[in-house]
């Protein structure tokens, strides 16, 4: 049976305020990262919100962030400690 690939949660402002802040373009980003400056725009604008993590690493990567940095990622949601009885 075939498992399909995790993929990563992405925030699409923090992934377009990295890009400008390294300031490159969305072309040459994705031209760095092996990925369609389309695939970029749309994860940028929220359209597409998770990327695989091979991809991921390689946009990581482009931007100049290193292999631990997590500001890309969609951040996970506070867990409820509460308990109902």
Known sequence: MH????TIQVNGAAIRQ????????????ARRAGISDCYLRHL????????????????RKALGLRAGDKRLRTPAPPEDHTQEQ
């Open 3 to 6: 498992r399909p690939q995790p």
């Open 18 to 29: 990295t890009r400008l802040d390294a300031e490159l373009g969305t072309a040459e980003t």
């Open 44 to 59: 940028e604008t929220g359209y597409r919100d998770r990327m695989g993590p091979e991809r991921y690493a390689a946009l």
